[in-house]
């Protein structure tokens, strides 16, 4: 892409923002990561090992898989992408913020509101007795329970992860606030998300069943690119980072 291509496409993605008074975005999974970082993963073992099936049938599998995995996404900082969509949401350019990521660095990095559609892995809890557990504390409970699986330390039951297992149906509030969002835009925006994955993948469909433009940033062509204002074929952190420069003022 050409200096004068990139001005043209940030450009036109910051007129549609400032154009529409209610600016809904949807992140992907995957918002901030570098290319190719723990894709194998993501796209694979996750899907396997860290389903609902996989928790009730196998747990100390399942934690055995789960706990490194949560640490790492656990331990992740917040990336200048996190840092420039809460700066729009901040200037009132963007209006909600919807994601799939379960790592919550968009509250972390500043973003009011979210609405995370898998919940996040920052915590587990108790499903008998309500308790919930900070995601570090789940090593020393796994380490004592002798066959794997970590376990209220009130009541001793076992413990499931805070967020939305694989085949697990999604938090109904969450999913609801993201179909309200979506029908009050005026401009819809999809960043780094593949919209693979049902139910979410079927949001953008709201927008455009009522001529509302929905535009496309992101690595993954998706099932919407044909009906898209604009699809850009790049990371959306780099467009994310030129539409803060533009649009909002120097903290
Ligand atoms: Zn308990």
């Given at each position: 892409m050409t200096e004068g291509e990139e001005t043209s496409t940030t450009g036109t993605l910051a007129s549609a923002m400032l154009a529409a008074d209610n600016?809904?975005?949807l992140t992907g999974l995957r918002m901030g990561w570098e290319?190719?970082?723990e894709e194998e993963w993501l796209r694979k073992e996750w899907r396997v090992k860290a389903t609902l099936d996989a928790f009730l049938t196998e747990p100390a599998a399942f934690w055995e898989f789960y706990f490194?995995?949560?640490?790492?996404?656990?331990?992740?900082?917040?990336?200048?992408?996190?840092?420039?969509?809460?700066r729009l949401q901040k200037?009132?350019?963007?209006?909600?913020?919807?994601?799939?990521?379960?790592?919550?660095?968009?509250?972390?990095?500043?973003?009011?509101d979210v609405v995370e559609v898998y919940s996040n892995m920052r915590t587990v809890r108790c499903a008998r007795c309500s308790e919930v557990?900070?995601?570090?504390?789940?090593?020393?409970?796994?380490?004592?329970?002798g066959d794997g699986v970590?376990?209220?330390?009130?009541?001793?039951?076992?413990?499931?992860?805070?967020?939305?297992l694989w085949g697990e149906p999604l938090p109904q509030d969450q999913v609801e606030r993201a179909w309200?969002?979506?029908?009050?835009?005026?401009?819809?925006?999809?960043?780094?998300?593949?919209?693979?994955?049902?139910?979410i993948s079927l949001l953008p469909s709201v927008p455009l069943t009522r001529q509302v433009p929905l535009y496309i940033v992101g690595r993954e062509p998706t099932q919407y690119d044909r009906?898209?204002?604009?699809?850009?074929?790049?990371?959306?952190?780099t467009v994310l980072g030129e539409l803060a420069e533009l649009l909002t003022p120097r903290a």
């Open positions: 600016v809904v975005i290319p190719g970082e490194p995995v949560a640490k790492r996404i656990y331990e992740r900082d917040v990336h200048p992408a996190h840092v420039a969509v809460a200037a009132g350019i963007v209006t909600s913020v919807i994601t799939q990521a379960v790592d919550h660095l968009h509250a972390r990095a500043g973003a009011a557990y900070g995601l570090p504390e789940v090593g020393p409970l796994i380490e004592a329970s970590p376990r209220c330390a009130s009541c001793e039951y076992p413990l499931r992860p805070g967020g939305t309200e969002l979506a029908t009050a835009a005026d401009a819809f925006f999809a960043l780094d998300s593949d919209l693979r994955t049902a139910p009906y898209a204002e604009l699809v850009v074929r790049e990371p959306a952190h």
